[in-house]
Nanobody, 122 residues
Framework: QVQLVESGGGLVQAGGSLKLSCVVSGSAFSDYDVGWFRQTPGKEREFVAAIGWSGSLYADVVKGRFTISRDNAKNTLYLAMGSLKPEDTAVYYC?????????????????WGQGTQVTVSS
C-alpha cells in the first residue's frame, strides 16, 4: 500500500515563502512520477507542479515562484514556494503516478496524500 504524507503547510504573509514536503512509503519512490495539486472549497483540484521521467512541469500561475524537487534517497517530494500570494491559499496535495509523465491531469495519478493547508494573508 502506497502512502503519502504531506507536511510544511501553515500561515504566511503575502510575499513570503514556505516549503512543503511529502514522504512516500510503500513503493519504490524513484520509479514513480510525483506531483503537487491544490484545492479550495467549491473548486476542482488544480495542478501545481509535477516531476517525472522526462523532467518537470509547472502550472503557469506558479512558474517562476515555485520549485518542485525530489530526494529519492529520502523518498521525499518537495515544493518550495516563494513570492506567495493570497490566491495561493489552498489545501495542497501530493500524488504519485505509475505512469511516465510528468502529468498535469489529476486522473493520471494513482495515490494521494491527505493534504496540508497553506494560508497566505494579505
Amino acid at each position: 500500500q502506497v502512502q503519502l504524507v504531506e507536511s510544511g503547510g501553515g500561515l504566511v504573509q503575502a510575499g513570503g515563502s514556505l516549503k512543503l514536503s511529502c514522504v512516500v512509503s510503500g513503493s519504490a519512490f524513484s520509479d514513480y512520477d510525483v506531483g503537487w495539486f491544490r484545492q479550495t472549497p467549491g473548486k476542482e483540484r488544480e495542478f501545481v507542479a509535477a516531476i517525472g521521467w522526462s523532467g518537470s512541469l509547472y502550472a503557469d500561475v506558479v512558474k517562476g515562484r515555485f520549485t518542485i524537487s525530489r530526494d529519492n534517497a529520502k523518498n521525499t517530494l518537495y515544493l518550495a514556494m516563494g513570492s506567495l500570494k493570497p490566491e495561493d491559499t489552498a489545501v495542497y496535495y501530493c500524488a504519485s503516478s505509475m505512469g511516465r509523465g510528468p502529468y498535469s491531469d489529476p486522473n493520471m495519478y494513482d495515490y494521494w496524500g491527505q493534504g496540508t493547508q497553506v494560508t497566505v494573508s494579505s
